[in-house]
């Protein structure tokens, strides 16, 4: 079924209508145009997704349908590595509506605690971490700049089964969380973990911010938003791509500026096609952190305007994208990456570059942003 037809079939809903925005970009964007195939264990895959969010006390809608934006964006790969990534996708977007749904958005204090007990794990809950090890990644909730540390490895062991009770007192979103980070921490470097960490540390300062905008009234001006949004997103979720393909990008090329374009350039892409299709509901949630809201009070545009002037800023952003997925090549014989570590590299940039149509149609058939939900 075509995307046009998804967008058909799901017709009706606020929800598909904000989506089917997005459609025009499909003619417009050469990241976005072919169909995604569909992970050839997509039922396995749901099945076992919903075990877990069941067995770790999330609520998640069935019609919420995180399982297929994974299946889509790992087609070629394997199983696990799938549906490692489907349940981060679901704890991300919970932990999301954490900021944006309940009340909790709007307090700075718990926005911060929260975020601190989270950075605090990542280190504590890896078997042989020194104590400076510990405290130079919490401290990372505030720091500027990642820190150095060991060598990087280019393939990456089995994982380690971790199931745990939850703790009294411990929320099922941290909890899950606590879960994956067991399943995912030890199959990757301590260079990974701290990178993870201070992603997951900007995601705190974003949220944070967003949470005194709530409070103080304010609208995050046309310049800061991206930067905002970038944030928010959560910048660990494109290192997760990694140890959910059983690779670790080589720290030479991932901290290149190509490199980081390429991720930056998926995150706003996702990021900002996100809210044109959730700006209807966000926006009947008197929540004004969206592009397309920032957008129109910025301009003085109508919806319908500031919807279209997002687009155009997805289709330049989508450019960004493949330029540097098409530098990759002449990077890897600059950097000097053997046959192997080129290989995975590759595996990461290509799903960087699915990611934007595989979330296109995850966003027509999702009831997430159905404002009646």
């Not at 169909?35 to 069935?62: F, K, N, Q, Y």
């Not at 720091?143 to 540390?149: E, V």
């Not at 990077?331 to 699915?354: I, W």
Request: glycine share 6%; with cysteine.
């Amino acid at each position: 079924m075509s995307v046009i037809d998804t967008a058909t079939r799901t017709g009706g809903r606020a929800s598909s209508v904000a989506a089917a925005l997005l459609l025009p970009l499909v003619d417009r964007v050469p990241v976005m145009a072919a169909p995604c195939r569909m992970h050839a264990s997509i039922d396995r895959i749901t099945a076992s997704l919903a075990d877990w969010t069941r067995e770790i006390g999330l609520e998640t809608p069935v019609l919420a349908r995180f399982d297929r934006m994974a299946g889509r964006a790992f087609a070629g790969f394997g199983t696990d590595s799938t549906l490692l990534f489907a349940k981060w996708l679901t704890w991300l977007f919970h932990f999301d509506d954490e900021w944006d749904e309940k009340p909790a958005g709007r307090a700075a204090g718990i926005v911060e605690a929260t975020f601190s007990r989270l950075v605090r794990h990542t280190a504590e809950a890896v078997h042989g971490e020194t104590q400076a090890a510990r405290t130079a990644m919490t401290a990372s909730l505030t720091a500027a700049r990642p820190r150095p540390s060991a060598p990087v490895m280019t393939r990456i062991p089995s994982p380690l089964p971790v199931r745990t009770p939850r703790p009294e007192g411990v929320s099922p979103v941290e909890a899950a969380f606590r879960d994956l980070w067991g399943a995912t921490a030890p199959r990757m470097s301590r260079r990974w973990r701290e990178r993870f960490a201070h992603g997951l540390a900007a995601q705190g300062v974003a949220c944070r911010t967003e949470a005194e905008n709530r409070c103080a009234g304010r609208v995050p001006s046309i310049t800061e938003y991206p930067v905002l949004r970038r944030g928010t997103v959560g910048p660990y979720l494109f290192d997760l791509v990694e140890p959910c393909l059983g690779v670790e990008v080589p720290a030479e090329l991932r901290e290149c500026r190509t490199w980081r374009t390429l991720v930056d350039a998926c995150n706003d892409v996702t990021a900002w096609c996100n809210d044109v299709a959730s700006h209807h509901k966000e926006r009947a949630n008197g929540d004004v952190h969206n592009y397309v809201m920032v957008a129109a009070h910025a301009f003085g545009l109508s919806d319908a305007e500031a919807v279209a002037w997002v687009n155009d800023r997805i289709a330049e952003r989508s450019e960004d994208l493949r330029a540097a997925a098409r530098r990759l090549p002449g990077l890897f014989d600059e950097f000097g990456l053997t046959p192997v570590e080129a290989r995975n590299a590759s595996k990461v940039a290509c799903a960087f570059l699915t990611a934007p149509r595989a979330q296109l149609e995850w966003l027509l058939e999702s009831e997430r942003y159905d404002v009646t939900a």
